[in-house]
């Protein structure tokens, strides 16, 4: 078991923009099979930190390994590799507008792998009926759906591919209590049907309870708390205690000035 | 005054700056186009957008522009009794100049904004980052295509345009004005020579490579939702119709300067 790396590591991960620093030193190691989400305020560089690991943005300074793997500053094609151990269900869904549903939940297998079309077709016909929609639905354009609905495609469409990692980038923002619940109780179900390991980003405090088996906290670029999702009410930090129950009082401060 | 200076300065850094990254995009979309995997299905769709569809509006501009041209030369060369040269102006002022130079505005307005508001749209809606998260090149899916299609469809096009605004000064030239048919025939073809119509269609697919580059980068680079897509259009349409113009001359004085 010890000789296993973690899945994910990142060591002392910079990134800022311009003179704006947003990253500022992230430690953080995500074991196999593992669910970690990661919660802070908008703006506190959750995305960025997340987008680092995908390789979207080149941090400055650190390390970030994959299966013990270095993967900050990989040649185009390495990362080609690595990427397909990937899966993203994004904020706003990103579905490809111009296809159909379920062109865009076979996309990975089509574009990606090379898969033939009629078979990444059944596959994506099997995805859809996990994530609770019907054939119909897949021979739809994503802006025929309701908000609900296409996030479940986005879900479908992150574990179209069976992903090792699956990123969920603020997966209930947007999304009525009970929708997001489903959506939460989707997400758990997927990952653990999987075996996948799973990193996530949210505010949404009932989300983080559900789909956590660990959480950290973000707050100015660092990881100020990290540890097991059911002691996060007893963590003994002001300032995880004012996040996750709302307050406008405490040590957090909203910067009201951009 | 050195508060000017510093603008003048800033403001030619910024330039440089934009010429580099438009240098570097088109470098790396040109080798991303030559190399596999290629998409043809993508690069029949746009060559169909490109070539098909803007058929009508080329249409309409070469015959206008054929036809005010018979007009205008006649009256203009009846002052000094030179009203038979009118054939040989048309053919060569359409082929040299006008059917690339204004199909090549036109197809700027059409194609150069509507890739830049698609791509630009797809940018802010981190579809783009879907597509590297789906382990497919974003250059190669949505650039090379487009690209490769501007460059071979405009001189199409503009070939296109060649006969219909001939055609269009052969109207004016026989039914208004009092040419006989088959002299106003002999009279284009007499004096017109094989480089007049092939440096308008090497025009042709240079506007082409700029109006799809230019749209392609700046949707690429757009940054902040609706505003932001909507000043990558504009600049789409405003650089790529100043670089026709720019190398209009450039070309004209390859072919015909001494």
């Known amino acids: ?258 | 005054m050195t508060n000017l200076l510093a603008a003048i300065g800033r403001v030619f850094i910024a330039f440089l700056s934009q010429i580099g990254r438009v240098s570097a995009f088109t470098a790396l979309a040109v080798s991303h186009t030559v190399r596999p995997p290629f998409y043809p299905r993508l690069l029949l769709r746009q060559m169909v957008e490109i070539g098909y569809y803007s058929l009508p509006v080329v249409g309409l501009t070469a015959i206008f522009t054929g036809m005010v041209l018979a007009l205008q030369s006649y009256s203009g060369f009846a002052r000094f009794s030179a009203e038979g040269a009118v054939a040989t102006v048309v053919v060569l002022s359409v082929t040299r100049e006008l059917a690339p130079v204004l199909a090549g505005l036109m197809v700027a307005g059409r194609i150069g904004a509507s890739m830049a508001a698609e791509i630009g749209t797809m940018r802010v809606t981190e579809q783009i980052d879907a597509l590297t998260t789906l382990s497919t090149n974003p250059f190669k899916y949505l650039v090379s295509p487009r690209l490769l299609a501007g460059t071979l469809m405009m001189p199409l096009l503009v070939l296109i345009a060649d006969i219909i605004g001939v055609f269009g000064g052969y109207i004016v030239g026989v039914y208004k004005l009092g040419f006989n048919s088959a002299t106003y025939i002999s009279r284009t073809w007499e004096y017109l020579e094989p480089l007049d119509v092939i440096s308008g269609l090497t025009k042709a697919a240079v506007f082409g490579f700029m109006i799809t580059l230019l749209g392609c980068y700046n949707g690429y680079y757009s940054r902040g939702g609706a505003q932001g897509v909507g000043a990558a259009t504009t600049n789409a349409v405003v650089s790529s119709a100043i670089m026709i113009l720019v190398f209009n001359y450039l070309i004209t004085a390859l072919f015909f300067g001494q």
């Open chain 1, 1 to 258: 078991m010890t000789s296993v790396p973690p899945k994910i590591v990142l060591t002392d991960v910079h990134k800022s923009f311009g003179p704006k620093v947003v990253l500022d030193g992230i430690n953080l190691s995500v074991a196999r099979g593992e669910s970690v989400v990661v919660i802070g305020g908008s703006g506190t560089g959750k995305s960025v930190m997340l987008k680092c690991i995908l390789g979207l943005l080149r941090p400055e300074h650190g390390s970030i390994r994959i299966d013990g793997e270095e993967v900050v500053g990989i040649r185009a094609r390495e990362r080609d590799q690595v990427m397909r151990k990937f899966g993203m269900l994004f904020q706003g869904g990103a579905l490809f507008d111009s296809l159909k549903v379920w062109e865009n939940v076979a996309f990975g297998l089509i574009q990606g792998q090379r898969m033939a079309r009629a078979k990444a077709r059944d596959i994506a016909f099997d995805k859809l009926a996990q994530v609770g929609l019907s054939a119909a639905s897949g021979n739809l354009f994503p802006s025929e759906l309701s908000g609900g609905m296409q996030k479940r495609v986005a879900l479908a469409r992150a574990i179209a591919t069976n992903p090792e990692i699956i990123f969920f980038d603020e997966p209930t923002t947007g999304l009525d209590p009970i929708m997001a619940d489903v959506i939460n109780s989707l997400i758990v179900k997927c990952v653990k049907d999987m075996g996948a390991t799973a990193l996530s980003i949210t505010h949404d405090m009932a989300s983080a309870r559900k789909i956590a088996d660990r959480i950290a906290m973000l707050y100015k670029g660092q990881l100020i708390w990290v540890g097991p999702a059911k002691d996060i009410e007893s963590s003994g930090n002001p300032f995880v205690d004012q996040f996750i129950h709302g307050r406008e009082q405490g040590p957090i401060q909203m910067e009201l000035r951009a």
